[in-house]
Antibody
């Protein structure tokens, strides 16, 4: 059974960088069949895809966040990470990591982490 | 950008009722649509993929249909454990979620 677990600070100051890591267990992050995504949910709101990374390091980001987002992968630790720079209160959200099937005609978020709340506040 | 809309935004129904949620895409997305269930305080859970395929382990009372711009999600007989918010999500061009439909028991 694949499991994903987010980790990182729950409080970040405005203008600083939010950094989160997702640890994958029960499966290899190096499987070519999957992308590894970050998704966030503002309090009481809907879901916003932030971006994904492939085990090779190739990435795709949401254009609305692209200028501030960097994702990386560490296959030796079976982890992938998110960095979001210059954060404001608008970046306060629950951040989820999720496995994404990488089919040409079928893509879906089939396993999710439990989510971690990140609050941006001084 | 592909925009997704859902209706209704919320609904209340009785146990055993048939519940239908619609999702509309701002442009043709073929069948590139998934449905998720999210219970309070939990991560979303995949129910339907590629518009009409039931994810493994998901009860058969859940179903999906549609293609192009108009999609439907149905719970054939609402159960108390189905209280949740339901989201559609397109993957024709990156990924976008609908705003969600909150389902309550009357």
């Amino acid at each position: 059974q694949v499991q994903l677990q987010e980790s990182g600070p729950g409080l970040v100051k405005p203008s600083q960088t939010l950094s989160l890591t997702c640890t994958v267990s029960g499966g290899s992050i190096s499987s070519g069949a999957y992308y590894w995504s970050w998704i966030r949910q503002h309090p009481g709101k809907g879901l916003e895809w932030i971006g994904y990374i492939y085990y090779s390091g190739s990435t795709s980001y949401n254009p609305s966040l692209e200028s501030r987002v960097t994702m990386s992968v560490d296959t030796s630790k079976n982890q992938f990470s998110l960095r979001l720079t210059s954060v404001t209160a608008a970046d306060t959200a629950v951040y989820y990591c999720a496995r994404t099937t990488a089919g040409l005609d079928s893509q879906r978020f089939d396993y999710w982490g439990q989510g971690t709340l990140v609050t941006v506040s001084s | 950008d592909i925009q997704m809309t859902q209706s209704p935004s919320s609904l209340s129904a009785s146990v055993g009722d048939r519940v239908t949620i619609t999702c509309q895409a701002s442009q043709d997305i073929s069948n590139y649509l998934n449905w998720y269930q999210q219970k309070p305080g939990k991560a979303p859970n995949l129910l339907i993929y590629d518009a009409s395929n039931l994810e493994t382990g998901v009860p058969s009372r859940f179903s999906g249909s549609g293609s192009g711009t108009d999609f439907t999600f149905t719970i054939s007989s609402l159960q108390p454990e189905d209280i949740a918010t339901y989201y559609c999500q397109q993957y024709d061009n990156l990924f976008t979620f609908g705003p969600g439909t909150k389902v309550d028991i009357k």
